[in-house]
């Protein structure tokens, strides 16, 4: 059964630094993998989809990027702002429709 | 496109009643998806649907049930609601794009079952 885990649960960082968030999964055969961002009481923002195929992929100041290897992905955000803040959701598709979440880290960016 | 909509927002349920929550698409997209989301626990699926007419079990598919009659629409059922279904519900869809399938999500039924 596919696991995924997100490190750090909270993050809390000053307005313009750069940061890393990490998502690790315990099985290498996947579809895809997909970052969402998602603001409190709302619904799922999809940010970033990367294809098994695929190392990285790029949207503005975000970059994600894919080592199946070693079944690990990071969520890369430059100069953060107070807009920022939210919680990110990292999903592994391991089969059709099986898409399997980790817990989220709760970003904090602070003016 | 209006996307994924889900109706209601918030609903309120005594333990044993029984209620529909609805999601719909206008993206034409084959996959549709309801997941619960739990403090701490990330979203789990509870049922999905490759197409009109075909639906199968995810990670907690007990207390609910779903059909798929036509590509937009797919309701899920709480056949006798308990405390331990108070959650947040998505329902998502998605389609296939160059090898992937990108999920589209709904913005969320918040249920609560005193």
């Known amino acids: 059964k596919q696991e995924v885990t997100q490190i750090p649960a909270a993050l809390s960082v000053p307005e313009g630094e750069n940061l890393v968030l990490n998502c690790s999964f315990t099985?290498?055969?996947?579809?895809?993998l997909q970052w969402f961002r998602q603001d409190p009481g709302k619904g799922l923002t999809s940010l970033l989809l990367?294809?098994?195929?695929?190392r990285e992929q790029t949207s503005g100041r975000l970059n994600a990027s894919l080592d199946k290897s070693s079944g690990r992905s990071t969520l890369y955000i430059a100069a953060s702002q107070p807009g920022d803040s939210a919680t990110y959701l990292c999903?592994?598709?391991?089969?059709?429709?099986?898409?399997?979440f980790g817990a989220g880290t709760r970003l904090t960016v602070k003016p | 496109n209006a996307g994924v909509t889900q109706t209601p927002k918030f609903q309120v349920l005594k333990t044993g009643q029984s209620m529909t929550l609805q999601c719909a698409q206008d993206?034409?997209?084959?996959?549709m998806s309801w997941y619960r989301q739990d403090p701490g626990m990330g979203l789990r699926l509870i049922h999905y649907?490759?197409?009109?007419?075909?639906?199968d079990q995810g990670e907690v598919p007990n207390g609910y049930n779903v059909s798929r009659s036509t590509t937009e629409d797919f309701p899920l059922r709480l056949l006798s609601a308990a405390p331990s279904q108070t959650s947040v519900y998505f329902c998502?869809?998605?389609?296939?794009?160059?090898?992937?399938?990108?999920?589209?999500f709904g913005p969320g039924t918040r249920l609560t079952v005193t």
């Open positions: 998502a869809s998605s389609y296939s794009s160059r090898g992937g399938y990108e999920q589209y």
């Open positions: 993206m034409n997209h084959e996959y």
């Open positions: 649907s490759v197409g009109a007419g075909i639906t």
């Open positions: 990367i294809q098994s195929s695929q």
């Open positions: 099985d290498s055969a996947i579809y895809n």
């Open positions: 999903a592994v598709l391991s089969r059709l429709n099986d898409m399997r």
